[in-house]
């Protein structure tokens, strides 16, 4: 039995066109329309999955709405002489109503229930002139959907968003670090706050033991000195009664 037709309307149709230099990541995008008024679940595959880097890969387009795919070629050593054999396949099935599970839907679809569409790659150098700003151009859009990781995107089309729960967990974990951290400076602090004070009372102690060594010293060479004069006084009136 032969596959229905493709319900999704895809841009481009037939090639996704990559254009160099590739020493670097080339994007390049593929938009899905859903036409119909049922919600369409769909896969983007390759041939080549190690060269590529798809973003959704996977996930339900609600009826009456599109998505942008962006489809990111790796870096790699560019031959003029070699043409691609890399190829794409967009598959998709009628979401049933009652669907909970998106992976269950896909393995116990039947054959006769898939639809698909198959695209070419098409590698493209351009001209000296315009290399420069189709380089600036790729870096920014691809460091652009590296870091907000297709945000933009309905939450429904992501298989992979996190959900309310995990997202308050996550914040519950950053703030208890948070006061983790605060704790841990405030100990440090109340231990060099401590340091100083044992200092402080060991440099005080210190003085007045030297202080008190100073006077003692003191108090034994007026001592002496006195016992010197008073033998020279004892000395001089012994010898004016021997004379």
């Known amino acids: 039995m032969a596959r229905p037709e493709q319900v999704l309307l895809l841009e481009p149709q ?111 150098m351009p001209l000296d002139n315009e290399k420069m700003h189709d380089m600036e151009s790729s870096k920014m859009m691809s460091s652009s959907l590296l870091k907000s990781d297709s945000s933009a995107l309905p939450v429904k089309s992501l298989s992979s968003t996190l959900d309310d729960g995990e997202v308050k967990k996550i914040m519950e974990e950053c703030k208890r670090l948070q006061m983790e951290a605060q704790r841990l400076r405030e100990e440090n602090k109340q231990i060099r706050e401590d340091d100083g004070l044992r200092m402080r009372k060991s440099n005080m102690m210190s003085s007045q033991h030297s202080s008190m060594g100073m006077k003692k010293e003191e108090g034994l060479s007026v001592r002496t000195v006195a016992l010197i004069m008073l033998f020279l006084v004892v000395g001089v009136i012994v010898g004016k009664l021997v004379l």
């Open 14 to 124: 037939h090639e996704l066109k990559f254009r160099g230099p590739f020493s670097d990541v080339v994007t390049t995008s593929l938009k899905l329309s859903n036409p119909t008024d049922r919600n369409v679940c769909f896969k983007v595959k390759t041939t080549a999955p190690r060269r590529y880097c798809v973003r959704p890969n996977s996930g339900i387009l609600d009826a009456g709405t599109s998505i942008n795919v962006s489809v990111m070629l790796q870096p790699f050593d560019y031959d003029p002489n070699e043409k691609s054999k890399h190829k794409f396949m967009v598959q998709s099935l009628l979401a049933p109503p009652d669907m909970t599970d998106m992976e269950g839907v896909w393995k116990e679809a039947k054959p006769e229930e898939l639809m698909d569409s198959k695209l070419r790659c098409v590698f493209e």
